[in-house]
């Protein structure tokens, strides 16, 4: 059973080292609070109740209250605040 679990976990880790290799966005949801975006292009618009940003395959658009972009780097950005959605648009909708 340990193997299995060692097994399970190496390919787990595999595929998800290639979605980082090919620039595919990853977005994590923390409790409506904070949302995280790896590989990302850029900010597109900026508001305190809307925040538009860029990805390889379209936009993440976060709506709600108060937020702000409490870091920003060449590949992460987390965006803070009340967060009431998070949608994304693929391509140049």
């Given at each position: 059973m340990g193997r299995h679990r060692l097994w399970r976990r190496l390919a787990e880790d595999l595929q998800t080292e290639n979605l980082s290799?090919?620039?595919v966005p990853l977005i994590e949801l923390y409790g409506g609070r904070r949302v995280l975006i790896e590989n990302h292009a850029g900010v597109q618009e900026y508001t305190d109740d809307f925040i538009c940003v860029r990805v390889k395959c379209g936009q993440v658009c976060i709506s709600g209250r108060n937020l702000r972009l409490a870091?920003?780097?060449q590949e992460r950005l987390v965006i803070c605040?009340?967060?009431d959605s998070v949608h994304m648009k693929e391509g140049n909708r």
């Open positions: 290799v090919s620039k870091l920003m780097s605040g009340c967060i």
